[in-house]
């Protein structure tokens, strides 16, 4: 595990972008794994930024998001086909159809992670962008869930309902299921790459980076993953 600190949101934001635009660079047909939330907000700025001043083009490049809530459509303000669209895929020259998120509002869901499995199989991303939930999780692999999961229906946790409720109307507005890549899909990816940032964060990153592997903590499986970079601020880092 490579670990960067950082010493504020906006650097971290700098030395994510920089690390997807160097693979892009490399690869012009690269596969990006996107995540949503916050934390990577920063970074796709920086990766807008530099494709309109560098021409850094993702003309070829496919994506595959984590997840999505169940029962948003894609035009609801909060699904994140929505917050991909409007951060990331309407600045930069990606092909739409290109994009690809688990359908949150499929009539048989169960069908639908079948599907977002299969399309894992020929799309494995190059790096996989992750955030961290404060209670450890990622993607939506909530404490506990078997680290050999593959995409499934979600019942979300107490705590991400709260976390995630700053961005609605009220806490009754947060859908309680998401659909999710599991860990075992995410630890297919050929790199991962963690922003993570806030005091709040701390202790599920001393716990990913130093404690032990377990899937009461979901992110610390990324300890046996040979390729992974976490980017975090100092407040992040402040327990390492
Ligand atoms: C988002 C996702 C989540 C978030 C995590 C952190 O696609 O899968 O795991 O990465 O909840 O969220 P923020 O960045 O909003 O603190």
Known sequence: MKVIIT?????????????????????????????????????YQNMIKDHQENGTSYKNVSSVNLDEYVSLTADHDQSYAYFMRTNLFDHIDIDQKNTNLPNGVASDLQAECDRYN?????????????????NGHIGFNEPNTPFDAVTHPVKLTENTIKDNSR?????????RQALSMGIKNIMQAKSILMVVSGKNKAEAV??????????ELPASVLQLHPFVTIVCDKDAASLL
């Open 167 to 175: 961005l609605f109307n009220s806490i009754d507005e947060v859908p």
């Open 118 to 134: 299969k399309l894992l199989e020929t799309l494995v991303p190059d790096v996989q962008v992750l955030g961290l939930g404060s």
């Open 7 to 43: 010493e504020n949101y906006a650097e971290m934001s700098q030395k994510a972008a920089e690390i997807i635009i160097e693979i892009v660079k490399n690869n012009p047909n690269a596969v990006l794994g996107l995540a949503t939330g916050s934390s990577p907000i920063g970074t």
């Open 206 to 215: 001393k716990g990913m980076v130093q404690g032990k592997i377990t899937p």
